[in-house]
């Protein structure tokens, strides 16, 4: 069979469009001659089933050098100071969200609805991450009580975003793209985003990573929020970048004051460990989430907070592995913010949108819309 001489680059841009590399990509196309598919040999066949994989044209395998990237819409605040391009899943995503917190923000103009007083209210302030997270939480009126009372991860999330989204703020959170459960968002390219804006703030959280790491996302996406700026996150521990380092302080003195740790820390025994469980079992939040307020205390080294992440992400993927599928009207509110999805079905109930419409923003069948509303 005729076997086609492909530009390598190319290759490797279209596979970086789904987050891999052109190895893994030829192991997928075929694991006997995948080191000839990486010098760029490949049958017609082949080069057909790479195309749709990667979900490019199949014309643009045959460029001589790859399409231009495109801009990034956001600051890039990911750890590595020359991150890899971002995949072909991240900008669906983005113009999703993207559509959506503009759709929401001209129908807020329309209402005549004030902008938001505290979105950028810290911009270029020298205000102290203690100041910033109290000021959050007046903001959202989130107490200590609240959050104690919260048994899991994902109601401590859910708690946090319901508070969010009453004083304005929309919070998607997905680990797929849109519906599409054979895309799965990748954890290691990025684990949320934030469009910062006075009348329509939108923050997006990677679904795909472990509950308990959500819920400090979500604070670091608000803490950008109240900063004024739009970015893409890893809220990584080590970032290179002052705005993520700020960011991570301040959300984990939004998640646990720090005279509050530093009381049930001292008072526990043991070692860093038992010190976690002591402040955990105490203030009812999850050892993650004590353990990256310890980091940011520097009161332990990276590395057990790293050991304590990857457990947390072994158990979460058992718990998924267990758990039977969701109720899809449970769900359509959390992947496209509750506060939205409300709005657009009762406006289309109502007959101020076409269901066509609402079904387009939703990103579901129009009758689902209805359906939907009747269940709220």
């Not at 994989?53 to 643009?60: D, E, L, N």
């Amino acid at each position: 069979m005729e076997t086609l001489k492909l530009s390598v680059e190319t290759l490797e841009w279209a596979a970086g469009q789904v987050g891999s590399s052109l190895g893994e990509f030829a192991q997928k196309i075929s694991s006997k001659k995948a080191e000839i598919i990486e010098r760029g040999e490949l049958t017609p066949p082949q080069a057909l089933k790479f195309s749709q994989i990667a979900g490019v044209p199949f014309g643009f395998l045959f460029l001589e050098n790859p399409p231009t990237q495109r801009k990034r819409p956001l600051a890039d605040f990911r750890t590595l100071s020359a991150p890899a391009p971002l995949s072909r899943d991240f900008y669906e995503v983005f113009d999703d969200i993207e559509y959506k917190q503009s759709w929401y923000r001209d129908y807020l103009k329309a209402e005549n609805v004030e902008p938001l007083a505290f979105v950028a209210k810290f911009a270029k302030s020298k205000a102290s991450p203690a100041a910033i997270a109290a000021h959050m939480r007046k903001v959202l009126a989130l107490t200590d009580q609240e959050i104690q009372a919260q048994r899991t991860s994902e109601n401590l999330f859910n708690l946090i975003a319901r508070k969010s989204e009453s004083a304005g703020i929309l919070i998607f959170k997905n680990g797929i793209v849109g519906n599409n459960t054979h895309r799965a968002l990748s954890v290691g390219e990025f684990r949320g985003f934030v469009i910062s804006d006075s009348f329509a703030p939108a923050i997006f959280i990677n679904g795909a990573d472990a509950p308990a790491a959500t819920v400090f996302t979500l604070a670091h996406e608000l803490a950008h929020i109240w900063l004024g700026e739009s970015a893409i996150s890893d809220v990584s521990s080590e970032s290179a970048h002052r705005e993520e380092r700020l960011c991570n302080q301040i959300a984990a003195e939004f998640l646990i004051p720090t005279e509050r740790f530093n009381q049930l820390w001292g008072e526990a025994g043991g070692g860093e460990l038992s010190r976690i469980d002591h402040v955990s079992n105490r203030v009812k939040v999850s050892r993650y989430v004590v353990a990256r307020k310890a980091l940011e205390l520097h009161l332990i080294t990276n590395k057990i907070h790293s050991e304590i992440y990857k457990l947390m992400v072994t158990n979460a993927k058992k718990k998924k592995a267990d758990a039977s599928g969701g109720d899809f009207y449970a769900v359509l509110p959390i992947r496209n913010s509750r506060k939205f999805s409300t709005l657009v079905a009762s406006m289309a109930v109502r007959g101020k949108l076409s269901l066509r419409e609402a079904g387009n923003l939703l990103n579901t069948n129009p009758n689902n819309v209805i359906t939907f509303y009747g269940k709220q």
